[in-house]
Protein backbone atom coordinates (compact mmCIF):
# COMPACT_ATOMS: atom_id res chain seq x y z
CA UNK A 1 0.00 0.00 0.00
CA UNK A 2 1.27 3.82 -0.96
CA UNK A 3 2.37 5.04 1.90
CA UNK A 4 -0.07 7.81 3.62
CA UNK A 5 1.03 10.42 6.02
CA UNK A 6 -1.30 10.86 9.65
CA UNK A 7 -2.19 14.41 10.36
CA UNK A 8 -4.17 15.42 13.62
CA UNK A 9 -6.25 17.54 13.28
CA UNK A 10 -6.44 20.30 16.28
CA UNK A 11 -8.68 18.80 19.42
CA UNK A 12 -11.94 20.07 18.91
CA UNK A 13 -11.10 21.49 15.75
CA UNK A 14 -14.43 23.37 14.55
CA UNK A 15 -16.90 21.81 16.70
CA UNK A 16 -20.12 24.30 16.32
CA UNK A 17 -19.47 23.24 12.13
CA UNK A 18 -19.48 19.28 12.71
CA UNK A 19 -22.07 19.54 14.75
CA UNK A 20 -24.60 21.84 12.23
CA UNK A 21 -23.08 20.43 9.01
CA UNK A 22 -20.73 17.58 8.89
CA UNK A 23 -20.62 16.71 5.50
CA UNK A 24 -18.72 20.03 5.14
CA UNK A 25 -16.83 19.30 8.39
CA UNK A 26 -15.50 16.47 6.64
CA UNK A 27 -14.86 18.10 3.33
CA UNK A 28 -12.89 20.77 4.79
CA UNK A 29 -11.00 17.99 7.41
CA UNK A 30 -9.88 16.41 3.98
CA UNK A 31 -8.93 19.66 2.13
CA UNK A 32 -6.76 20.89 5.08
CA UNK A 33 -5.38 17.55 6.51
CA UNK A 34 -5.14 15.31 3.55
CA UNK A 35 -6.57 11.92 2.92
CA UNK A 36 -5.81 10.35 6.41
CA UNK A 37 -6.83 12.63 9.59
CA UNK A 38 -7.41 11.89 12.98
CA UNK A 39 -10.17 14.03 14.64
CA UNK A 40 -10.44 14.30 18.52
CA UNK A 41 -13.53 15.78 20.15
CA UNK A 42 -16.17 14.35 21.99
CA UNK A 43 -15.19 11.21 20.22
CA UNK A 44 -11.64 10.30 17.71
CA UNK A 45 -12.33 9.16 14.73
CA UNK A 46 -9.66 8.78 11.29
CA UNK A 47 -11.36 10.19 8.43
CA UNK A 48 -10.01 7.71 5.32
CA UNK A 49 -9.91 10.03 1.75
CA UNK A 50 -8.08 7.38 -0.01
CA UNK A 51 -8.51 4.41 -2.40
CA UNK A 52 -6.43 2.31 -0.85
CA UNK A 53 -7.84 3.12 2.68
CA UNK A 54 -11.23 2.26 1.39
CA UNK A 55 -10.25 -1.13 0.63
CA UNK A 56 -8.77 -1.72 3.97
CA UNK A 57 -11.89 -0.67 5.79
CA UNK A 58 -14.50 -1.97 3.31
CA UNK A 59 -13.30 -4.84 1.57
CA UNK A 60 -11.96 -5.80 5.04
CA UNK A 61 -9.79 -8.80 3.68
CA UNK A 62 -7.98 -9.70 6.70
CA UNK A 63 -11.11 -9.33 9.12
CA UNK A 64 -9.80 -6.40 11.12
CA UNK A 65 -12.79 -4.14 11.57
CA UNK A 66 -16.35 -4.45 12.21
CA UNK A 67 -19.21 -2.82 11.75
CA UNK A 68 -21.70 -3.22 14.39
CA UNK A 69 -19.70 -2.77 18.03
CA UNK A 70 -21.16 -1.42 20.77
CA UNK A 71 -17.93 0.95 21.51
CA UNK A 72 -19.40 2.91 18.72
CA UNK A 73 -21.75 5.09 19.54
CA UNK A 74 -23.21 5.95 16.00
CA UNK A 75 -23.61 2.24 15.68
CA UNK A 76 -25.18 1.81 19.35
CA UNK A 77 -27.96 4.44 18.58
CA UNK A 78 -28.29 2.32 15.11
CA UNK A 79 -28.32 -0.98 16.68
CA UNK A 80 -30.98 0.25 19.09
CA UNK A 81 -33.64 0.49 16.38
CA UNK A 82 -32.30 -1.97 13.49
CA UNK A 83 -31.68 -4.51 16.33
CA UNK A 84 -31.77 -7.86 14.52
CA UNK A 85 -31.93 -6.20 10.84
CA UNK A 86 -29.68 -6.43 8.33
CA UNK A 87 -28.18 -3.33 8.69
CA UNK A 88 -27.08 -3.60 12.67
CA UNK A 89 -27.10 -7.17 13.53
CA UNK A 90 -24.07 -8.91 14.31
CA UNK A 91 -21.55 -10.78 12.38
CA UNK A 92 -22.57 -14.47 12.67
CA UNK A 93 -26.76 -13.87 12.42
CA UNK A 94 -25.91 -10.75 9.82
CA UNK A 95 -23.54 -13.79 7.56
CA UNK A 96 -27.11 -15.94 7.23
CA UNK A 97 -29.55 -13.35 7.39
CA UNK A 98 -27.78 -11.64 4.07
CA UNK A 99 -27.30 -15.16 2.38
CA UNK A 100 -31.06 -15.34 2.65
CA UNK A 101 -32.25 -12.06 1.56
CA UNK A 102 -29.61 -10.93 -1.08
CA UNK A 103 -31.47 -13.32 -3.71
CA UNK A 104 -34.99 -11.25 -2.59
CA UNK A 105 -32.82 -7.81 -3.82
CA UNK A 106 -30.91 -9.04 -7.03
CA UNK A 107 -31.52 -7.25 -10.54
CA UNK A 108 -34.16 -10.02 -11.49
CA UNK A 109 -36.20 -9.98 -8.55
CA UNK A 110 -36.33 -6.42 -8.59
CA UNK A 111 -38.08 -6.53 -11.84
CA UNK A 112 -40.39 -7.68 -10.04
CA UNK A 113 -41.48 -4.78 -9.00
CA UNK A 114 -41.39 -2.03 -11.86
CA UNK A 115 -45.03 -2.18 -12.43
CA UNK A 116 -45.50 -0.87 -9.28
CA UNK A 117 -42.94 1.41 -9.48
CA UNK A 118 -44.28 2.80 -13.09
CA UNK A 119 -48.01 2.93 -11.84
CA UNK A 120 -46.82 4.94 -8.97
CA UNK A 121 -44.62 7.49 -10.71
CA UNK A 122 -47.82 7.84 -13.15
CA UNK A 123 -50.32 8.25 -10.96
CA UNK A 124 -48.16 10.93 -9.73
CA UNK A 125 -48.84 12.46 -13.03
CA UNK A 126 -51.92 14.19 -12.22
CA UNK A 127 -51.36 15.32 -8.99
CA UNK A 128 -48.32 17.74 -10.67
CA UNK A 129 -50.32 18.48 -13.33
CA UNK A 130 -52.64 19.95 -11.21
CA UNK A 131 -49.78 21.33 -9.04
CA UNK A 132 -48.56 22.87 -12.55
CA UNK A 133 -52.08 24.24 -13.46
CA UNK A 134 -52.21 26.57 -10.12
CA UNK A 135 -48.89 27.13 -10.62
CA UNK A 136 -47.97 26.90 -6.86
CA UNK A 137 -44.66 26.30 -5.14
CA UNK A 138 -43.95 23.82 -2.49
CA UNK A 139 -41.25 22.25 -1.04
CA UNK A 140 -40.00 19.34 -3.27
CA UNK A 141 -38.80 17.38 0.00
CA UNK A 142 -42.18 16.72 1.59
CA UNK A 143 -43.30 15.92 -2.29
CA UNK A 144 -40.35 13.43 -3.22
CA UNK A 145 -40.65 11.97 0.42
CA UNK A 146 -44.17 11.19 -0.06
CA UNK A 147 -43.34 9.51 -3.28
CA UNK A 148 -40.59 7.30 -1.93
CA UNK A 149 -42.40 6.34 1.07
CA UNK A 150 -45.49 5.28 -1.16
CA UNK A 151 -43.16 3.26 -3.37
CA UNK A 152 -41.81 1.80 -0.67
CA UNK A 153 -44.87 0.42 1.03
CA UNK A 154 -46.61 -0.61 -2.04
CA UNK A 155 -43.24 -2.79 -2.69
CA UNK A 156 -42.26 -3.82 -0.06
CA UNK A 157 -45.79 -4.83 1.81
CA UNK A 158 -48.44 -4.41 -1.06
CA UNK A 159 -50.34 -2.06 0.46
CA UNK A 160 -50.90 1.47 -0.39
CA UNK A 161 -50.44 2.67 2.86
CA UNK A 162 -51.59 6.42 2.17
CA UNK A 163 -53.84 5.86 4.86
CA UNK A 164 -51.23 5.07 7.17
CA UNK A 165 -48.56 7.51 5.95
CA UNK A 166 -49.22 9.81 9.02
CA UNK A 167 -49.04 6.91 11.20
CA UNK A 168 -45.77 5.81 9.63
CA UNK A 169 -44.41 9.58 9.46
CA UNK A 170 -45.10 9.73 13.44
CA UNK A 171 -43.29 7.01 14.12
CA UNK A 172 -40.22 7.40 12.05
CA UNK A 173 -39.70 11.21 12.64
CA UNK A 174 -38.93 10.35 16.04
CA UNK A 175 -36.76 7.29 15.33
CA UNK A 176 -35.02 9.50 13.17
CA UNK A 177 -34.30 12.52 15.57
CA UNK A 178 -33.45 9.61 18.16
CA UNK A 179 -30.73 8.34 15.34
CA UNK A 180 -29.60 11.67 14.46
CA UNK A 181 -29.15 13.33 17.90
CA UNK A 182 -25.75 14.30 18.41
CA UNK A 183 -24.10 10.36 19.68
CA UNK A 184 -22.99 11.70 22.84
CA UNK A 185 -21.76 8.01 24.28
CA UNK A 186 -24.09 7.74 27.64
CA UNK A 187 -26.80 8.91 26.38
CA UNK A 188 -26.95 6.88 23.38
CA UNK A 189 -27.97 3.84 25.85
CA UNK A 190 -31.25 2.75 26.08
CA UNK A 191 -31.54 2.56 29.86
CA UNK A 192 -31.07 6.21 30.08
CA UNK A 193 -34.90 7.74 29.98
CA UNK A 194 -34.13 10.72 28.46
CA UNK A 195 -37.51 12.28 26.79
CA UNK A 196 -36.37 11.70 23.71
CA UNK A 197 -35.07 7.49 24.76
CA UNK A 198 -38.58 7.49 25.85
CA UNK A 199 -40.47 8.48 23.05
CA UNK A 200 -38.44 6.44 20.22
CA UNK A 201 -39.37 3.74 22.72
CA UNK A 202 -42.44 4.33 22.34
CA UNK A 203 -42.44 4.75 18.39
CA UNK A 204 -41.13 1.40 18.31
CA UNK A 205 -43.22 -0.53 19.71
CA UNK A 206 -45.89 1.36 17.87
CA UNK A 207 -44.05 0.03 14.72
CA UNK A 208 -43.88 -3.36 15.98
CA UNK A 209 -47.19 -3.97 16.66
CA UNK A 210 -48.08 -2.61 13.06
CA UNK A 211 -45.67 -4.85 11.36
CA UNK A 212 -46.16 -7.91 13.56
CA UNK A 213 -50.22 -7.79 12.11
CA UNK A 214 -49.16 -7.23 8.77
CA UNK A 215 -46.66 -10.47 8.96
CA UNK A 216 -49.46 -12.12 10.79
CA UNK A 217 -51.89 -10.80 7.71
CA UNK A 218 -49.43 -12.14 5.12
CA UNK A 219 -49.51 -15.94 7.10
CA UNK A 220 -52.88 -16.29 7.09
CA UNK A 221 -54.14 -15.26 3.54
CA UNK A 222 -50.72 -15.94 1.52
CA UNK A 223 -50.61 -13.33 -1.70
CA UNK A 224 -50.32 -14.67 -5.26
CA UNK A 225 -47.43 -15.23 -6.83
CA UNK A 226 -47.36 -12.38 -9.34
CA UNK A 227 -48.06 -9.91 -6.25
CA UNK A 228 -45.67 -10.58 -3.52
CA UNK A 229 -44.21 -7.98 -1.46
CA UNK A 230 -41.50 -7.97 0.42
CA UNK A 231 -42.67 -9.42 3.72
CA UNK A 232 -44.17 -12.69 1.75
CA UNK A 233 -40.76 -13.24 -0.40
CA UNK A 234 -39.06 -12.77 3.64
CA UNK A 235 -41.51 -15.25 4.44
CA UNK A 236 -40.72 -18.06 2.08
CA UNK A 237 -37.06 -17.02 2.27
CA UNK A 238 -34.73 -20.24 3.46
CA UNK A 239 -31.33 -20.11 4.31
CA UNK A 240 -30.22 -22.54 1.91
CA UNK A 241 -27.20 -23.79 4.61
CA UNK A 242 -29.32 -24.49 7.24
CA UNK A 243 -32.93 -24.49 5.13
CA UNK A 244 -34.04 -22.40 8.30
CA UNK A 245 -36.69 -19.64 7.60
CA UNK A 246 -36.95 -16.61 9.18
CA UNK A 247 -39.02 -15.81 12.94
CA UNK A 248 -41.61 -13.15 12.46
CA UNK A 249 -39.85 -10.73 14.84
CA UNK A 250 -36.76 -11.13 12.50
CA UNK A 251 -38.75 -10.02 9.42
CA UNK A 252 -40.57 -7.50 11.19
CA UNK A 253 -36.67 -5.72 12.20
CA UNK A 254 -35.94 -6.08 8.62
CA UNK A 255 -39.29 -4.20 7.17
CA UNK A 256 -38.38 -1.45 9.73
CA UNK A 257 -34.43 -1.85 8.22
CA UNK A 258 -35.60 -1.71 5.00
CA UNK A 259 -37.51 1.64 5.33
CA UNK A 260 -35.54 3.42 7.44
CA UNK A 261 -32.36 2.35 4.92
CA UNK A 262 -34.38 2.65 2.04
CA UNK A 263 -37.15 5.54 1.95
CA UNK A 264 -35.24 8.68 2.88
CA UNK A 265 -32.18 8.12 0.56
CA UNK A 266 -33.81 7.40 -2.36
CA UNK A 267 -36.12 10.37 -1.53
CA UNK A 268 -32.68 12.60 -1.27
CA UNK A 269 -31.84 11.29 -4.06
CA UNK A 270 -34.48 11.99 -6.02
CA UNK A 271 -34.86 15.70 -4.82
CA UNK A 272 -31.17 16.19 -5.75
CA UNK A 273 -31.72 14.83 -8.98
CA UNK A 274 -34.50 17.17 -9.45
CA UNK A 275 -32.36 20.01 -8.21
CA UNK A 276 -29.19 19.39 -10.58
CA UNK A 277 -31.62 18.99 -13.56
CA UNK A 278 -32.93 22.52 -12.95
CA UNK A 279 -29.18 23.99 -12.31
CA UNK A 280 -28.43 22.54 -15.93
CA UNK A 281 -30.59 23.53 -18.73
CA UNK A 282 -27.63 21.38 -21.34
CA UNK A 283 -28.09 18.04 -19.28
CA UNK A 284 -31.82 18.42 -18.73
CA UNK A 285 -32.29 18.90 -22.48
CA UNK A 286 -30.58 15.76 -23.07
CA UNK A 287 -32.88 13.96 -20.80
CA UNK A 288 -35.46 15.46 -22.61
CA UNK A 289 -34.51 14.33 -25.86
CA UNK A 290 -33.41 10.72 -24.80
CA UNK A 291 -36.84 10.18 -23.05
CA UNK A 292 -38.57 11.45 -26.22
CA UNK A 293 -36.88 9.46 -28.44
CA UNK A 294 -36.98 6.37 -26.66
CA UNK A 295 -40.58 6.82 -25.11
CA UNK A 296 -41.74 8.83 -28.19
CA UNK A 297 -44.84 10.02 -25.85
CA UNK A 298 -46.32 7.20 -24.83
CA UNK A 299 -46.03 5.51 -20.88
CA UNK A 300 -42.55 4.33 -19.48
CA UNK A 301 -42.54 0.21 -19.76
CA UNK A 302 -39.98 -1.94 -17.95
CA UNK A 303 -38.16 -2.91 -21.42
CA UNK A 304 -37.20 0.96 -22.04
CA UNK A 305 -35.30 1.21 -18.97
CA UNK A 306 -31.98 -0.08 -20.38
CA UNK A 307 -32.19 2.25 -23.39
CA UNK A 308 -32.14 5.42 -20.77
CA UNK A 309 -28.57 5.03 -20.86
CA UNK A 310 -28.05 9.61 -20.53
CA UNK A 311 -30.66 9.07 -17.88
CA UNK A 312 -28.47 6.41 -15.79
CA UNK A 313 -25.30 8.42 -15.82
CA UNK A 314 -26.95 11.92 -14.67
CA UNK A 315 -28.41 9.75 -11.30
CA UNK A 316 -24.51 8.15 -11.10
CA UNK A 317 -23.48 11.66 -11.14
CA UNK A 318 -26.25 12.80 -8.71
CA UNK A 319 -24.93 10.40 -6.40
CA UNK A 320 -21.10 10.98 -6.87
CA UNK A 321 -22.10 15.10 -6.26
CA UNK A 322 -24.48 15.11 -3.65
CA UNK A 323 -24.56 11.41 -2.08
CA UNK A 324 -27.49 10.58 -0.12
CA UNK A 325 -25.93 8.35 2.22
CA UNK A 326 -22.88 10.42 3.71
CA UNK A 327 -20.95 8.20 6.24
CA UNK A 328 -19.78 4.72 6.88
CA UNK A 329 -18.36 4.03 10.37
CA UNK A 330 -16.07 1.04 11.14
CA UNK A 331 -14.30 -0.25 14.38
CA UNK A 332 -10.45 -1.45 14.53
CA UNK A 333 -11.14 -4.92 16.13
CA UNK A 334 -7.32 -5.62 16.22
CA UNK A 335 -4.66 -3.17 15.53
CA UNK A 336 -3.83 -2.36 11.82
CA UNK A 337 -2.13 -0.25 9.31
CA UNK A 338 -3.44 2.53 7.49
CA UNK A 339 -1.25 3.86 4.69
CA UNK A 340 1.80 2.75 6.77
CA UNK A 341 0.59 4.33 9.92
CA UNK A 342 -0.22 1.84 13.31
CA UNK A 343 -3.39 2.38 14.66
CA UNK A 344 -4.90 0.75 18.11
CA UNK A 345 -7.84 -1.62 18.12
CA UNK A 346 -10.61 -0.22 19.15
CA UNK A 347 -10.31 3.33 16.96
CA UNK A 348 -13.16 4.22 14.90
CA UNK A 349 -12.43 4.41 11.44
CA UNK A 350 -14.97 7.03 8.84
CA UNK A 351 -15.71 7.34 5.62
CA UNK A 352 -17.25 10.61 4.27
CA UNK A 353 -18.66 9.63 1.03
CA UNK A 354 -19.74 13.40 -0.02
CA UNK A 355 -15.85 13.95 1.12
CA UNK A 356 -14.51 11.32 -1.25
CA UNK A 357 -16.61 12.20 -4.13
CA UNK A 358 -15.43 15.30 -4.00
CA UNK A 359 -11.34 14.52 -3.92
CA UNK A 360 -9.57 16.28 -6.65
CA UNK A 361 -7.22 13.93 -6.70
CA UNK A 362 -9.61 11.43 -7.87
CA UNK A 363 -12.36 13.34 -9.70
CA UNK A 364 -11.21 16.53 -11.69
CA UNK A 365 -13.15 19.59 -11.71
CA UNK A 366 -15.49 17.67 -8.78
CA UNK A 367 -17.77 20.50 -8.18
CA UNK A 368 -18.76 20.41 -12.22
CA UNK A 369 -21.85 18.45 -13.10
CA UNK A 370 -21.10 16.30 -15.54
CA UNK A 371 -22.91 12.99 -16.38
CA UNK A 372 -20.16 11.68 -19.03
CA UNK A 373 -18.13 11.08 -16.14
CA UNK A 374 -19.90 7.90 -15.79
CA UNK A 375 -19.43 6.70 -19.74
CA UNK A 376 -18.23 3.32 -19.82
CA UNK A 377 -14.28 4.39 -20.50
CA UNK A 378 -14.13 6.98 -17.58
CA UNK A 379 -15.26 4.27 -15.18
CA UNK A 380 -12.59 1.84 -16.03
CA UNK A 381 -10.13 4.40 -15.73
CA UNK A 382 -11.48 5.09 -12.15
CA UNK A 383 -10.29 2.85 -9.11
CA UNK A 384 -13.44 1.35 -7.53
CA UNK A 385 -12.95 3.00 -4.58
CA UNK A 386 -13.69 6.72 -5.62
CA UNK A 387 -16.87 5.86 -6.03
CA UNK A 388 -19.31 4.64 -3.09
CA UNK A 389 -22.80 5.93 -3.20
CA UNK A 390 -23.86 2.27 -2.16
CA UNK A 391 -20.65 1.46 0.06
CA UNK A 392 -18.66 -1.54 -1.21
CA UNK A 393 -17.30 -5.13 0.35
CA UNK A 394 -19.75 -7.30 2.20
CA UNK A 395 -22.10 -4.89 3.66
CA UNK A 396 -22.58 -2.84 0.27
CA UNK A 397 -26.17 -1.56 0.41
CA UNK A 398 -28.51 -4.53 -0.54
CA UNK A 399 -31.19 -1.94 -1.83
CA UNK A 400 -29.10 -0.60 -4.31
CA UNK A 401 -31.29 -2.39 -7.75
CA UNK A 402 -34.42 -0.95 -5.91
CA UNK A 403 -33.43 2.17 -5.06
CA UNK A 404 -31.69 2.94 -8.78
CA UNK A 405 -34.34 1.05 -10.54
CA UNK A 406 -36.75 3.56 -8.45
CA UNK A 407 -35.10 6.72 -9.22
CA UNK A 408 -34.83 5.53 -13.28
CA UNK A 409 -38.25 4.99 -12.99
CA UNK A 410 -39.65 8.40 -11.57
CA UNK A 411 -36.85 10.48 -12.66
CA UNK A 412 -38.23 9.07 -16.51
CA UNK A 413 -41.78 9.35 -15.68
CA UNK A 414 -41.91 12.44 -14.67
CA UNK A 415 -39.53 14.21 -16.31
CA UNK A 416 -41.06 13.15 -19.83
CA UNK A 417 -44.05 15.32 -18.83
CA UNK A 418 -42.85 17.95 -16.22
CA UNK A 419 -39.69 20.48 -15.67
CA UNK A 420 -38.73 21.12 -12.43
CA UNK A 421 -37.76 25.07 -11.83
CA UNK A 422 -36.47 26.51 -9.00
CA UNK A 423 -39.02 28.62 -7.21
CA UNK A 424 -36.44 30.37 -4.44
CA UNK A 425 -34.18 33.18 -5.06
CA UNK A 426 -30.99 31.84 -2.73
CA UNK A 427 -30.13 28.56 -2.20
CA UNK A 428 -26.66 27.41 -0.90
CA UNK A 429 -26.63 23.52 -1.81
CA UNK A 430 -23.71 23.21 0.63
CA UNK A 431 -26.25 24.20 3.55
CA UNK A 432 -27.22 20.50 4.10
CA UNK A 433 -28.46 18.36 7.18
CA UNK A 434 -26.66 15.63 7.15
CA UNK A 435 -28.54 12.94 9.36
CA UNK A 436 -29.58 9.33 7.91
CA UNK A 437 -29.40 11.30 4.61
CA UNK A 438 -28.20 14.49 3.10
CA UNK A 439 -30.84 17.14 2.57
CA UNK A 440 -30.63 20.74 1.68
CA UNK A 441 -31.44 22.14 5.53
CA UNK A 442 -34.97 23.40 4.42
CA UNK A 443 -35.30 21.56 1.17
CA UNK A 444 -36.18 23.54 -1.67
CA UNK A 445 -38.82 25.35 -2.94
CA UNK A 446 -39.96 24.33 -6.72
CA UNK A 447 -42.47 24.21 -9.21
CA UNK A 448 -43.47 22.17 -12.02
CA UNK A 449 -44.36 23.05 -15.79
CA UNK A 450 -45.97 21.03 -18.10
CA UNK A 451 -43.86 20.35 -21.08
CA UNK A 452 -43.95 19.91 -25.01
CA UNK A 453 -42.19 16.79 -26.30
CA UNK A 454 -38.94 17.98 -27.98
CA UNK A 455 -38.51 17.71 -31.76
CA UNK A 456 -37.16 14.25 -31.47
CA UNK A 457 -40.77 13.41 -30.75
CA UNK A 458 -42.10 15.47 -34.17
CA UNK A 459 -43.35 13.31 -36.69
CA UNK A 460 -40.83 13.88 -40.20
CA UNK A 461 -42.20 16.41 -42.51
CA UNK A 462 -44.75 14.52 -44.82
CA UNK A 463 -43.65 16.48 -47.76
CA UNK A 464 -40.31 14.23 -47.62
CA UNK A 465 -40.49 11.78 -50.38
CA UNK A 466 -43.67 13.43 -51.74
CA UNK A 467 -44.60 14.31 -55.08
CA UNK A 468 -44.01 18.17 -55.41
C1 LIG B 1 -30.27 6.06 -2.96
C2 LIG B 1 -30.60 5.13 -2.08
C3 LIG B 1 -29.64 4.41 -1.16
C4 LIG B 1 -28.35 4.72 -0.83
C5 LIG B 1 -27.52 5.93 -1.30
C6 LIG B 1 -27.89 3.69 0.07
C7 LIG B 1 -26.61 3.64 0.60
C8 LIG B 1 -26.13 2.62 1.40
C9 LIG B 1 -24.77 2.49 1.84
C10 LIG B 1 -23.65 3.49 1.56
C11 LIG B 1 -24.68 1.34 2.57
C12 LIG B 1 -23.40 0.74 3.18
C13 LIG B 1 -23.28 1.01 4.65
C14 LIG B 1 -22.00 0.51 5.24
O1 LIG B 1 -21.18 -0.11 4.58
O2 LIG B 1 -21.81 0.78 6.43
C15 LIG B 1 -25.99 0.75 2.60
C16 LIG B 1 -26.31 -0.41 3.28
C17 LIG B 1 -27.58 -0.92 3.35
N1 LIG B 1 -28.70 -0.48 2.66
FE1 LIG B 1 -28.78 1.10 1.40
N2 LIG B 1 -28.90 2.80 0.29
C18 LIG B 1 -29.98 3.20 -0.46
C19 LIG B 1 -31.19 2.53 -0.57
C20 LIG B 1 -31.54 1.39 0.12
C21 LIG B 1 -32.80 0.68 -0.01
C22 LIG B 1 -33.93 1.06 -0.97
C23 LIG B 1 -32.77 -0.36 0.88
C24 LIG B 1 -33.80 -1.43 1.17
C25 LIG B 1 -35.01 -1.47 0.71
C26 LIG B 1 -31.47 -0.32 1.54
C27 LIG B 1 -31.06 -1.21 2.52
C28 LIG B 1 -29.77 -1.27 3.00
C29 LIG B 1 -29.34 -2.28 3.97
C30 LIG B 1 -30.22 -3.36 4.62
C31 LIG B 1 -27.96 -2.06 4.19
C32 LIG B 1 -27.05 -2.86 5.10
C33 LIG B 1 -26.47 -4.00 4.30
C34 LIG B 1 -25.60 -4.96 5.09
O3 LIG B 1 -24.93 -4.53 6.02
O4 LIG B 1 -25.61 -6.14 4.74
N3 LIG B 1 -30.76 0.75 1.06
N4 LIG B 1 -26.85 1.53 1.86
Known sequence: MTKIPLAVAPRFYKPLLMARNAVRFCNLLRSEFGDLVLSRGFFDFYLLNHPDLVAVMLLNKEGLVDRVNRLNPIYQRIGNIGRSGLATSGAQHWKQQRRRIAPLFGATAIRGFGETMIATAESWLARWDALGRSGKTFNMKDETNELSLEVNTRCLFNTSLRGDHARLQGWFTVMKEYLEAFPVPVLSDWRVPT????????????FDRYAMQLIEQRRRAPLDPDSKDMVTRMLDARDEESGRGMTDEQICHEMLTFLIAGFESTSSALLWTFYQLSQHPAVEARVHEELDRVLGGRGLTMEDLPRLTYTKRVISEVLRQTPSVWFMARTAIEDLDLGGNPIKKGSHLLLSIPALHGHPGLWPDPTRFDPDRFLDDAVAQRSPNAYLPF????????????????????????????????????????????????????????????????SARVPPPTTIGAPA
Open 195 to 206: PLNLRTRRALRG
Open 391 to 454: GRGAHACIGSHFSLQELLVFTAVLCSRFRVVMAQQRFDPEDVRAGLSVYPRHGIKMRVVRRELT
